[in-house]
């Protein structure tokens, strides 16, 4: 079945709440996240853009300085907010369950912080979840995340999984040393501490229901048309289907569309359309966006509204001249 190569269907599909976009560093994730975001604010819908790249470039793209702890409305687009946070964090400042003015000593710390040890990658799952947590005032319909490149993306899209393990370790551990650690901590720390796991427990599973709904939660992986790229969007596809996250579309962004004259374009055009092919017929079932190369960077407001409509007009195929 033949699908339409535009972004429309993210549009159209109105019970959407996260939407991420991921790819190889370097490949357009910026531009085509920012790009999806005016494009459902300009619809009506109120967006949330976070960048969860440590090397943020959402600013350059909008041409704004953004700030790490509450959004920011964009200059120019209505109903858009844009954050850039950064995911990584010391794992030393955790308390867990994270509850806000808890003392703890150091034997309940350096206890915490082994058991976070055991889970690796638990720290940054926690920070992400409180991070998302922190978002349910402002009542956005829809948040883009801008991620960084596939490696550390694949690590965030499994952060509740990982919340998931930690809570049931740490209720494992906790029936096995309940004795010995209500007696470090005192009863009543204790019961502070470990209370009400069964209840972080629902609250986990929730988004980790989220997260595998294709009806709230989708992936949009761009890539360019050369070996590196496509050999990580296939990855990245893997990954999703292992962690049970939907994917619809793919933007393969920079396609070259050359003319007779130049030799250069066209021998790079050639190598491009090689790869290509192989995505529309690998992925003939997803949306597979065709952008094509503009000839200048995409930045500033105005650029990028530009932009979006190339995400909504199905492109041609480029034909290679003899
Ligand atoms: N189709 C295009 N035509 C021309 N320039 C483009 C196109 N798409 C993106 N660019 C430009 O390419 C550069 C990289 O794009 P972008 O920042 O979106 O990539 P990224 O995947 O987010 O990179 P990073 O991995 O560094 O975050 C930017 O300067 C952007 O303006
Ligand atoms: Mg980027
Ligand atoms: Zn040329």
Request: charged content about 25%; proline content about 5%; hydrophobic content about 40%.
């Amino acid at each position: 079945m033949d699908q339409e190569r535009t972004l429309k269907n993210l549009l159209e599909k109105k019970t959407l709440k996260w939407i991420f976009v991921g790819g190889k560093g370097g490949v357009g994730k910026t531009t085509t996240s920012s790009s999806l975001a005016t494009l459902l604010a300009q619809n009506g819908v109120k967006v949330l853009i976070i960048s969860t790249d440590p090397a943020h470039n959402l600013c350059d793209c909008f041409d704004q300085k953004f700030s790490g702890k509450e959004p920011t409305p964009v200059a120019g687009i209505e109903n858009l907010w844009g954050m850039e946070i950064d995911p990584t964090i010391d794992p030393n400042s955790l308390n867990f369950p994270d509850f806000e003015g808890f003392e703890t000593d150091q034997s309940t710390k350096n206890f915490l912080s082994e058991i976070i040890s055991q889970v690796p990658g638990i720290d940054e799952a926690m920070s992400f979840s409180a991070l998302i947590k922190s978002l349910d005032k402002y009542n956005f319909d829809v948040v883009v995340f801008d991620t960084a490149p596939t490696g550390h993306t694949l690590r965030l899209l499994n952060f509740p999984n990982l919340l998931e393990k930690g809570i049931e370790k740490i209720i494992a551990l906790k029936n096995k040393f309940q004795g010995i650690l209500s007696s470090i901590a005192g009863q009543q720390n204790f019961d502070k501490l470990f209370g009400d796991l069964e209840e972080k427990k629902k609250t986990v599973q929730l988004v980790v229901n989220q997260m595998k709904d294709p009806n709230r939660t989708t992936f949009v992986a761009v890539c360019i048309p050369e070996f590196l790229s496509m050999y990580e969007t296939d990855r990245l596809v893997y990954e999703l289907a292992k962690y049970e996250i939907d994917i619809q579309n793919i933007v393969i962004n920079q396609v070259l569309y050359p003319n007779e004259t130049c030799k250069m374009c066209r021998s790079r055009a050639k190598m491009q359309k090689k790869y290509m092919d192989q995505i529309l017929e690998l992925y003939e079932d997803l949306h597979v966006v065709i952008v094509p190369l503009q000839e200048s960077e995409v930045r500033g407001v105005e650029n990028l509204k530009k932009f979006c409509q190339l995400l909504l007009t199905q492109q041609e195929i480029p034909k290679i001249p003899e």
